[in-house]
């Protein structure tokens, strides 16, 4: 009995587990493009330069005008599409999210 308790013990911490694993994925091609998926997520790089006007007006304004972006990334969660955009104050780090609209994300 014992063991029959453990062995279904075991199979249920097992199949949680497998149920709850996230899958990432990278995928590269001719032009080195990575995407990456988690979940529903879908994560594209961007170019500074190639930020909607809305968006760098938005990095411009007084709230962000002292942190200077490192890298960009188009994000589609669902429904939901904004800008993941890593930034950098001397030794502080962050990221913002910003939609192609220039709002912010919450």
């Known amino acids: 009995m014992k063991k029959l308790i453990l062995s279904a013990a075991f199979l249920a911490i ?8 996230n899958e990432i994925n990278t995928v590269k091609t001719n032009t080195n493009t990575i995407v990456m998926v988690q979940d529903s997520v879908v994560k594209t790089p961007v170019k500074l330069d190639s930020l909607p006007a ?10 962000y005008k002292d942190w200077t972006p490192t ?9 939901k599409e904004y800008f993941l955009i890593n930034v950098k104050k001397e030794e502080q780090t962050g990221a913002l999210k910003i939609d192609k ?3 912010p994300v919450e």
């Open 14 to 21: 097992g199949g949680l587990t497998v149920v709850n694993a």
């Open 54 to 63: 809305a968006v760098t007006a938005t990095l411009k304004t007084d709230a």
């Open 71 to 79: 890298e960009a990334w188009a994000v589609k969660d669902g429904e």
């Open 101 to 103: 609209d220039g709002k």
